[in-house]
């Protein structure tokens, strides 16, 4: 991967997109979208955030906006029907609990799946309590919708880390 910042307001390093810290960098809640020479969708939205707890590499959390000091947009996990209207990010790296980085809302990504069928094109949800996407219906006639939260870029059946599109727009929770 190569990233490259689209806007230059901000001076953001690959390294920094993909190494949390202990130390804040950039005013959290900050969005930046780069462009990643390796990917078939270059277009990428990440956001700047500080994580609550230990966050799972392509685990689905959400974004949290809150008013204590130091903490206006954090990392939640997981998914929870106490914040129906939610804005899905999901982390390419792990996170140490109370660190500082980016967190991927939006474009071409790897995201954990659930065991079950999911073809190509399939959009996709998280459940209340969830910490993978599943098929938003059933594959081949699942539904696009205010839950639908990323797009399957891969077929198959198992439990995998795998491509997805996340949509980056704020969705409904699905019920458990």
Same mark, same amino acid.
């Given at each position: 991967? %190569?990233?490259?910042?689209?806007?230059?307001?901000?001076?953001?390093?690959?390294?920094?997109?993909?190494?949390?810290?202990?130390?804040?960098?950039?005013?959290?809640?900050?969005?930046?979208?780069?462009?990643?020479?390796?990917?078939?969708?270059?277009?990428?939205?990440?956001?700047?955030?500080?994580?609550?707890?230990? *966050?799972?590499?392509?685990?689905?959390?959400?974004?949290?906006?809150?008013?204590?000091?130091?903490?206006?947009?954090?990392?939640?996990?997981?998914?929870?029907?106490?914040?129906?209207?939610?804005?899905?990010?999901?982390?390419?790296?792990?996170?140490?609990?109370?660190?500082?980085?980016?967190?991927?809302?939006?474009?071409?990504?790897?995201?954990?799946?659930?065991?079950?069928?999911?073809?190509?094109?399939?959009?996709?949800?998280? *459940?209340?309590?969830?910490?993978?996407?599943?098929?938003?219906?059933?594959?081949?006639?699942?539904?696009?919708?205010?839950?639908?939260?990323?797009?399957?870029? %891969?077929?198959?059946?198992?439990?995998?880390?795998?491509?997805?599109?996340?949509?980056?727009?704020?969705?409904?929770?699905?019920?458990?």
């Amino acid at each position: 991967m %190569a990233y490259k910042s689209i806007l230059n307001y901000v001076s953001i390093s690959e390294t920094d997109i993909t190494t949390p810290t202990s130390t804040q960098r950039y005013p959290l809640g900050l969005q930046v979208t780069v462009e990643d020479s390796g990917a078939q969708d270059a277009t990428k939205v990440f956001e700047y955030v500080k994580s609550h707890t230990t *966050l799972v590499q392509y685990q689905p959390y959400v974004l949290n906006y809150i008013a204590t000091a130091a903490s206006e947009v954090v990392t939640a996990a997981p998914v929870t029907q106490t914040s129906p209207i939610v804005q899905v990010c999901v982390p390419q790296v792990g996170f140490t609990s109370g660190y500082y980085g980016f967190v991927q809302v939006q474009g071409q990504a790897t995201a954990k799946v659930a065991a079950e069928t999911y073809a190509s094109g399939d959009p996709g949800e998280v *459940l209340n309590a969830g910490t993978t996407f599943i098929v938003n219906g059933t594959s081949g006639v699942a539904l696009v919708d205010n839950k639908t939260a990323m797009i399957y870029q %891969a077929t198959g059946s198992a439990a995998a880390a795998i491509a997805v599109f996340l949509v980056g727009n704020k969705v409904q929770n699905a019920a458990a």
